[in-house]
């Protein structure tokens, strides 16, 4: 067990070095900053003073090292589009993503995993053929088109919800949510739908298809020839043994919620991380691209790592597997 | 008797490659699977209109000359309040033919997709193959980068990609390098498929006798991988690039509508859609709609294909 997890975080943090690695090419050997900061009418003095100032003057190695110095404390230098620091810029834009991702993330997993119990439960009923028919149509639609169509009807044609930004936010400490207004709330519902669909028929095809799995299995058989009542055969013996590769995915899936959350924050010119990560890829902002990079990276591999021991804790087989020394 | 002779006296002539491929089980499941059939008739369809856009296409929406502002925002069907020209698909604000710079942004779309995934697939195969037939070093670095790139969601690296790459190409040659430089994120972003597939395949393969014969006869590594294991493991590869087709189409469209993609000037489905967004809440619904529509008729008439493709390759199902 120990071993098991002690080389998953050797992986992990093989990943991180990675990343990083790739994060301070970026910012040694794409565009020039001086160019995409000063414009065209620039004098040499400016040049030289801008190159000092970001530190672009010192040899390849120290910069590198700087860099790591810096990544560690989550300090990513300017903006070269803003002008401030990177860090600050995120940490503002932070709670859009974290509250749009929290929601829609929610969404996905009760809907999903409710949907998916009654697909497999009614499995012959019509609504259960008409759910599962609508779940496939919803699989091949960009998120982007889910976005736009959501827009159409609710914001255009009815009316009832608006189609950009984040409503009234109130801010508690350094902490901005949307969650204490009215208008805030009615602005989280486009994105948040947007956002968790793809993840909810994602989950509710894998609950339904691992209950059907788990409701051939004899015990279930034995179950119901004792008597039990239906309803505690389903919740209390088949979901509990469905439970864990739905874990597993839905933690996989936390990951990117996160990136998706990009294309939706897009659609719905919602200010959160990834509209900014957008927006510094359009303007060649490599300090903000570098930081979303390693952020997400260390969200990635934190999640992964945590879905993994989860897996293992929760999953006694697996761990009586190992231990044995079988494999 | 005399039936059994006949081949001694006159050999069989073998059946026509058309007449075996039509007799294939391929062909007949085909036939059998409506759905396969109307997909296929429709990515067939799509590709012809984005082929022949210049022949078939009314107007070149490319060109100033032929586009009169006058027929701003025309509604489909319907004729020009000034001018009285009449547009299938409506026109955009600049007058331009809808229907027009759909045939031509599929070219883009297409040209796009197949390319990515004609990328994605050569790396992906390649590196699949020397991972599964060489094993050792070279198979442990070529599988931590694609573990390290397959943490991370395939849409996200190809913009990192798309990002870095724009940044390494000088301000004035930003829009005409676009389309190339999405083709190559695209394609980066989506080679770990197939390498995983080819070296599973490979590693299954390579132990068959016929690998250990032609090793035996002295025959190369790189002629072994090429010319006797390659064929064998091309059945999942196939599916796998219709499959990223299809996903490689939304790829490029997402990208685009995001605006980090193909550039107005060379619109992409997507860049359409991205256009249209714009007049959706003034009312001119078509300037959206039919890109958006063409989009979704060839994605998902591509993925269906692709499903049947892998339903029908697969020996267990049969």
């Known amino acids: ?85 990177v860090g600050e810029i995120l940490l503002e834009r932070a709670p859009a993503t974290l509250e749009l991702a929290f929601v829609s993330g929610l969404l996905a997993l009760v809907g999903g995993i409710g949907l998916g119990i009654f697909t497999a439960i009614r499995r012959q009923g019509w609504a259960a053929n008409v759910i599962m028919t609508v779940s496939l149509i919803g699989v091949s639609l960009p998120t982007f088109l889910i976005g736009i169509l959501l827009i159409y009807l609710f914001s255009v044609e ?12 109130t801010q508690i400490g350094g902490w901005s949510t949307g969650f ?100 510094a890829i359009q303007f060649v902002d490599i300090p903000v691209m570098a930081a979303y990079l390693m952020m997400i990276s260390v969200m990635f591999v934190g999640i992964n790592l945590i879905v993994d021991m989860l897996y293992f804790a929760i999953d006694p087989r697996l761990r009586v597997d190992r231990t044995a020394g079988g494999h | 008797m005399a039936e059994t002779d006949m081949p001694s006296d006159a050999p069989i002539r073998p059946p026509s490659r058309i007449k075996r491929a039509w007799e294939s089980d391929l062909a007949w499941s085909f036939r059998h699977t409506p759905v396969a059939m109307i997909s296929a008739f429709v990515v067939t369809l799509l590709v012809l209109a984005a082929l022949l856009a210049p022949l078939i296409a009314p107007h070149n929406p490319f060109d100033p000359a032929t586009l009169n502002l006058m027929n701003g925002f025309t509604p489909p069907g319907e004729a020009n309040a000034f001018t009285g020209d009449s547009f299938l698909m409506g026109t955009d604000d ?35 193959l020397l ?6 070093w070279t198979e442990t670095i070529i599988m931590r980068v694609a573990d390290v790139q397959l943490t991370f969601p ?58 250990q014969a032609a090793r035996l006869i002295g025959r190369s590594p790189f002629s072994i991988m090429i010319r006797h294991i390659l064929p064998n493991v091309l059945n999942p590869v196939l599916v796998i690039a219709t499959i990223s087709l299809a996903l490689a189409i939304i790829a490029e469209a997402t990208l685009s509508f995001l605006g980090v993609g193909a550039p107005p000037t060379k619109p992409s489905l997507g860049t359409l859609i991205r256009i249209g967004q714009e007049f959706m809440f003034s009312g001119e619904w078509w300037i959206l709609f039919f890109p958006a529509l063409t989009l979704l008729a060839l994605a998902l008439s591509i993925n269906l294909l692709g499903d049947w493709l892998r339903d029908a390759l697969n020996p267990k199902l049969r």
Do not use: C
């Open chain 2, 94 to 128: 600049q007058g331009r033919d809808v229907f027009s710079t759909i045939l031509y942004g599929m070219r883009i779309s297409l040209f796009v997709g197949f390319s990515a995934v004609l990328l994605a697939l050569v790396i992906g195969v390649v590196l699949g």
């Open chain 1, 158 to 169: 009815l009316g009832w919800l608006p189609s950009f930004g984040r409503g009234e936010v």
């Open chain 2, 131 to 136: 991972a599964g037939y060489l094993g050792g």
């Open chain 1, 1 to 85: 067990m120990l071993a098991y997890i002690i080389r998953r975080v050797g992986q992990s943090i093989l990943v991180l070095l990675f990343t990083g690695l790739v994060a301070f090419s970026m910012f040694s050997f794409v565009g020039d900053p001086i160019d995409n900061m000063l414009g065209q009418e620039r004098t040499q003095a400016d040049v030289e003073r801008l190159r000092t100032e970001l530190g672009l003057d010192r040899p390849f190695v120290v910069q590198y090292y700087k860099f790591l110095e810096q990544a560690v404390q989550g300090n990513f230098g300017l903006s070269y589009r803003q002008g401030r620091p």
């Open chain 2, 154 to 211: 395939a849409i996200l690296v190809a913009m990192l990609i798309f990002g870095i790459a724009k940044g390494i190409t000088p301000p004035e040659y930003r829009d005409q390098m676009a389309i190339w430089v999405l083709i190559l994120a695209i394609g980066l972003s989506d080679w770990v498929q197939f390498a995983r597939v080819v070296r599973g395949a490979t590693l299954v393969e390579k132990s068959r006798e016929y690998v």
């Open chain 1, 180 to 279: 204490l207004t009215a208008s805030g709330l009615k602005a989280l519902i486009l994105p948040a739908i947007t956002l968790g669909l793809y993840q909810m028929t994602l989950i509710m095809r894998l609950v339904r298809t691992e209950m059907l799995e788990v409701l051939r299995m004899d015990y279930i058989r034995f179950a119901r020839a004792r008597g039990i009542r239906e309803r505690a055969i389903n919740f209390r013996h088949a979901l509990k043994n469905t439970l864990v590769p739905v874990i597993t995915i839905t933690g996989l899936q936390l990951g990117s919620i996160i990136a998706f959350a990009i294309i939706t924050e897009t659609v719905f010119q919602w200010p959160g991380v990834g509209l900014l990560f957008i927006n």
